[in-house]
């Protein structure tokens, strides 16, 4: 990492803290924002077809109550 940070013109400490702070600011990936709804999934014991139904049963609710407002 020394190699590094002199290979870029920075002391370690600095360069270390440039690396994080382009970590930080860097947009998340759409997996990294989904992992935990995908790991929660995977823990539920659902499949797919469960989940339909599951989907569109509680969308269908959503909607019957907006409409008896």
Known sequence: MQKKAK???FELNVYLEKLIEKDVDRA??????L??????FDESGMNEEELDFF???LREKIWQEKQNG
């Open 7 to 9: 290979a870029n013109g």
């Open 28 to 33: 998340k990936t759409i997996d990294e924002i």
């Open 35 to 40: 992992a935990p709804v995908h790991r929660d």
């Open 55 to 57: 989907l569109d049963d």
